[in-house]
């Protein structure tokens, strides 16, 4: 895959006059991909078998590629000690922030990320920078997936779809305005879990962004009456259907982003 130019913090590479390069490669690379699972075994049969005892992702995704100055607009390479600088306070930062390669088959897809920063000189001459960046998940993110659902009866079943690519599950945040006074369930079928909670009112709105859940209505205590199983979008490899079965007329919107093993 060859990217060019990159968006970091909301400013792009090529808006400063410069662009992604590759200093002394023949062109043949190997790459890691990201999300590599660690397997934890234990010996069973006298080494026999191997039984599994878990897995783990050890390491959050990681990338190391150069700029250098954009030749097509500039004869002069060199990259003087302000604009050094100007790159460094840029780029290397204590906090991730989001990054994406401006590629139209990725445009949707972004990191949580830094850089540690290498100096590539020649003749003395500072001519590019290494970036090796750091990100906070081993996987890259897709922008927001927003569903909104509109249940207008008692006992109503809509089905959403995960398009995540990693099996488990996701606390996406949830809005929900109540049209009905009463207790509110949501049963997922692929979870076969049911998140209660217990004596909303109509027009009541009800937040949850796991660990927290809110109520418009503040006469509602809804710590009390709410069971803390937070609802959540699973995926598995065959089956991606979330199937929900609603108590009460209610609207809701779900926001989420995405895994995607990039």
Request: with cysteine.
């Amino acid at each position: 895959m060859k990217f060019f130019d990159f968006e970091y913090d909301g400013l792009n590479l090529s808006d400063l006059g410069y662009v992604i390069c590759n200093f002394g490669s023949d062109g043949l690379e190997t790459t890691k991909n990201g999300s590599q699972i660690t397997f934890n075994k234990i010996s069973t049969h006298n080494g026999e078998k191997f039984e599994l005892i878990n897995s783990k992702y050890e390491e959050c995704l990681s990338s190391t590629f150069h700029i250098c100055k954009n030749p097509c607009n500039d004869n002069n390479i060199e990259i003087s000690f302000k604009e050094y600088r100007d790159l460094i306070s840029w780029l290397n930062r204590k906090e991730f922030h989001k990054f994406k390669f401006l590629e139209s088959e990725y445009l949707d897809l972004f990191f949580n990320a830094s850089f540690n920063i290498n100096k590539m000189e020649f003749d003395g001459k500072l001519i590019g920078l290494e970036l090796n960046m750091l990100t906070d998940s081993p996987f890259a993110y897709q922008e927001s997936e927003i569903i909104n659902i509109d249940n207008q009866i008692e006992r109503g079943t809509k089905i959403i779809y995960s398009k995540s690519d990693e099996e488990g599950y996701i606390y996406p945040y949830t809005e929900i305005k109540i049209n009905q006074s009463g207790d509110l369930s949501i049963y997922n079928s692929l979870d076969d879990k049911t998140m209660c909670i217990a004596n909303c009112n109509d027009g009541e709105i009800i937040t949850l962004d796991y660990p927290i859940v809110q109520s418009s209505d503040l006469s509602h205590k809804i710590q009390n009456d709410f069971n803390w199983n937070f609802f959540r979008i699973v995926n598995t490899f065959k089956d991606k259907r979330n199937i929900l079965t609603i108590s009460i007329p209610c609207e809701i919107k779900i926001k989420y982003n995405p895994l995607v093993k990039f």
